[in-house]
Nanobody, 135 residues
């Protein structure tokens, strides 16, 4: 059983919007104030961090999506979301939600999560949802 399940991907024209959701039937993922976020990957490239949100609802974004994407979480409904506006061809990728066992209370922690390094390498992943952007 996959602990995280993404949905909401699809095909959109450049300039359009999509909202991705990540849900879990396993409440433990959303309890304990875990660090959670979104990553994306295109073929033959490394998976890159897009957005991260901590238990206090503080957020951090990759520069490439800042001002266009918004990450949010609902720890009661066990849902993580990514609102994507003004989509560009460069945003086309497989999008994954992820979590790590430890909280990330500070911005340096959150940067480590996005960079998948130090103590904040995500250890729980979904299977991904594809986003296609046509020009």
């Amino acid at each position: 059983q996959v602990p995280l399940v993404e949905s909401g991907g699809g095909s959109v024209q450049a300039g359009g919007s999509l909202t991705l959701s990540c849900s879990s039937s396993e409440g433990w993922i959303y309890s304990g104030g875990r660090c959670m976020g979104w990553f994306r990957q295109v073929p033959n490239k490394e998976r890159e961090g897009v957005a991260v949100i901590n238990a206090g609802k503080f957020t951090l974004y990759d520069d490439s999506v800042k001002g266009r994407f918004t990450v949010s979480r609902d720890d009661v409904k066990n849902t993580l979301s990514l609102q994507m506006n003004s989509l560009q061809s460069e945003d086309e990728a497989m999008y994954y939600c992820a979590a790590t066992q430890r909280p990330c209370p500070s911005f340096p922690n959150m940067r480590s999560f996005l960079g998948r390094r130090d103590l904040y390498v995500p250890d729980t992943w979904g299977q991904g949802t594809q986003v296609l952007v046509s020009s």
